[in-house]
């Protein structure tokens, strides 16, 4: 579902061409919203974000406020988007963040059961998404609070926290996370893509969709229902879960301006869809029936 974009790096040799080869990343990718955007800064001892109405504002090399915070070591994850279902201002853009501000979350997708798991949730934990006095959240925060239980309940492990919340999450989600203090970008593929790719001066990135003219090299494409991270190694699979039934949404021939997905039925057969306007749809899937309360709440 072609929602919004993620992409990141891992730095071993931080250099103007880090951030030109992540601009580059963001124009090839941009297609995915850029009515929103936030960056997630880990330094071992500290975890920073910083968000805007504009990703453009953020790649500004001369933001000595972001860049000066970036060096050798530093794993920076990046999202932009469409408008969403919330108040369509920067504090409600991803990276979002757990209560404690330990662990950040980026999120390509959507979780069609966040209703569900909101409500269990949200006895033991403050979503910082919920506006005082209204019912609309960002559904992605639910992932965040779903793998800090995980952790918990875990004993701290971080495999089995990411296998946890890949069981609890429906939909479509491709999730990149850091921790304050842990030294790997950890990314969740299911039925969202995510690219890792390098350069020549050994930093590794990921990103939702990948381009020759980039100036990186490709790498991997992660597979359904894995789990990895990126080190200073390079790319490491964690975890093979197994895949979900994969449930789209498709088109009819009417227009409404509320989609979010990306792929129709014509003729019987499925086709890739790019446009995310001038289309209304009806709904089919993979596997179980699942709730689709949530395709009013969008605003495109």
């Known amino acids: 579902m072609k929602i919004c974009g993620i992409l990141g790096v891992y730095i071993n040799a931080m250099s103007d ?39 453009f504002v953020l790649f500004n090399v001369y933001n000595k406020n972001i860049w000066d915070k970036i060096h050798d070591g530093s794993r920076v994850l990046f999202h932009h988007r469409y408008p969403t279902s919330t108040v369509n201002e920067p504090k409600f853009n991803h990276p979002i963040a757990n209560e404690d501000k330990t662990i950040h979350i980026i999120h390509n997708g959507v979780v069609f059961n966040y209703e569900e798991v909101f409500k269990k949730l949200s006895k033991k934990h403050t979503f910082e998404t919920l506006e005082k006095g209204k019912k609309e959240f960002t559904d992605s925060e639910v992932i965040v609070h779903i793998f800090e239980d995980g952790l918990k309940s875990n004993k701290g492990s971080v495999k089995e926290a990411l296998k946890y919340m890949y069981d609890k999450l429906s939909g479509s989600f491709s999730v990149a996370l850091q921790i304050k203090g842990d030294r790997k970008i950890y990314l969740v593929k ?89 289309f209304s749809y009806d709904y089919g899937l993979y596997g179980n029936k699942y709730h689709l309360g949530w395709k009013d709440k969008w605003r495109y």
Request: glycine share 8%; net charge positive; aromatic share 10%.
């Open 17 to 55: 061409n880090v951030i030109r080869n992540l601009y580059n990343i963001l124009v090839n990718q941009k297609l995915r919203g850029i009515k929103g955007a936030g960056i997630s800064i880990n330094n071992d001892s500290k975890l920073l974000r910083f968000r805007a109405y504009d990703p």
């Open 190 to 278: 299911h039925n969202n893509p995510i690219i890792i790719s390098n350069d020549s001066k050994g930093n590794h990135y990921f990103s939702s969709e990948f381009s020759k003219e980039s100036g990186l090299k490709k790498t991997r494409e992660m597979v359904e229902g894995e789990i990895g991270a990126l080190t200073a190694e390079g790319y490491e699979r964690i975890a093979k879960m197994k895949a979900k039934p994969v449930k789209y949404v498709y088109f009819t021939d009417k227009t409404y301006n509320k989609v979010f997905v990306d792929k129709k039925k014509k003729g019987g057969k499925e086709e890739e869809f790019a446009d995310l306007r001038d």
